[in-house]
């Protein structure tokens, strides 16, 4: 059966008014939450607002999120670097660049330490690809960093927004098995992408799956109420072979019933 997490800081009330961000006073928290509401794993999230306390920055803090993943039973198996979001890589030059191509490097090594198999790398918002001197951009970063996650034994999972063939001739130019490909069904909607044509184009590199619904062209809406027809297209990864895990990003519900709102989520996918 395909394991069912949670994206970091969905079981908790928004702080500062975000919808993704790191719990900083929370986070341990979540993982009892996680484990009541039914879900497998959590995915740590490391981003700007909550980078000063998260705990994956030390050993220290590494090992009490391995003493709570056995305590719950809840994985750790993922990270979603959100922090290059809010700093994209095609928008610096220079120094500027350097630097954030040295933060995913201790990113990966971070992970490493605390046994995470994977960090996802977005490439999305401000920072999609949208000309050829951000695709150069994108392949420099990876080609850079690629040693270090081989070394390391993490792979690389991109979140982009490219069409299908674009999406697999990009791929194409890496030709690394360390990079793999994340898949977000809300995204692919809004954008209007066909999941036949995504899995043609790059399905036997899907190596984890994000779960959201959104209006196609528009945002994020509760799941089973916009167009990313969730049941068409999480059957069609899994007829295609998937066996990863499935990650709810889901659009949040009302502040102080996150628990409930988790359950009513994890129940619209596994039913």
Known sequence: MIPVGTMQGRLSPPEGGRVQFFPRHRWQEEFALAGEAGFDRIEWLYDTWGQEYNPIATDEGARAIDLLSRQTGVAVTSLCAHYFVEHPFVKAGGSDLADLVLKLEWLIHRCAVAGIEYVIVPFLDDGALMNEDHERCALDVLRHSLPVATRHAVELHLEMSLAPQAYSLFLEKLDAPAIRVTYDTGNS??????????????????GSVHIKDRLRGGRSVPLATGDASLSHRLGALLAAGYSG??????????????????????AVVQG
Request: aromatic share 10%; glycine share 10%.
């Open 189 to 206: 909607a809004a954008l209007g992408y066909d999941i036949a044509e995504e899995i043609a184009a790059y399905g036997s590199q899907i």
């Open 245 to 266: 895990t499935f990650v709810l990003e889901a659009a949040r519900g009302a502040a102080g019933d996150e628990l409930a709102w988790a359950r009513r989520n994890l």
